[in-house]
């Protein structure tokens, strides 16, 4: 069974740093790109970050995020980080990551419409 859960989530500070995690579970790292994506109520998902192992660790960001947000994995532990730096009030969402096939799924454009399976999220909030 496929499953994604995310964790690191919280209050932080404007400026601030935060690392969020996310473990999965019946599947490798190779078979899926990983896309962070975030959403806050009623609004829509947005795409933040992808990685994909497969790909020689090919990693992805949203322009506006690029410089503040580092995705990486560690691959023995099937597990996906987002470094978010400089936390802004904006950034404040849940964050989601969501597995993307190899084949309909684009890493690259942060695909959040064809994602697969995602987990709960993560709610990250950005004190101003």
């Known amino acids: 069974e496929v499953q994604l859960v995310e964790s690191g989530g919280g209050l932080v500070q404007a400026g601030g740093s935060l690392r969020l995690t996310c473990v999965v579970s019946?599947?490798?790292?190779?078979?899926?790109?990983i896309l962070w994506f975030r959403q806050a109520p009623g609004q829509e998902r947005e795409g933040v970050s992808c990685?994909?192992?497969?790909?020689?660790?090919?990693?992805y960001y949203q322009d506006s995020l690029q410089g503040r947000f580092t995705v990486s994995s560690d691959n023995f532990r099937n597990t996906v980080y987002l470094q978010m730096h400089r936390l802004e009030p904006d950034d404040a969402d849940v964050y989601h990551c969501?597995?993307?096939?190899?084949?309909?799924?684009?890493?690259?454009?942060?695909?959040?419409?064809?994602?697969?399976?995602w987990g709960p999220g993560t709610a990250v909030t950005v004190a101003s």
């Open positions: 969501a597995t993307l096939p190899r084949i309909g799924g684009k890493c690259s454009i942060l695909d959040v419409m064809n994602r697969e399976d």
């Open positions: 019946g599947f490798t790292l190779d078979d899926y790109a």
């Open positions: 990685i994909s192992v497969a790909d020689d660790g090919s990693t």
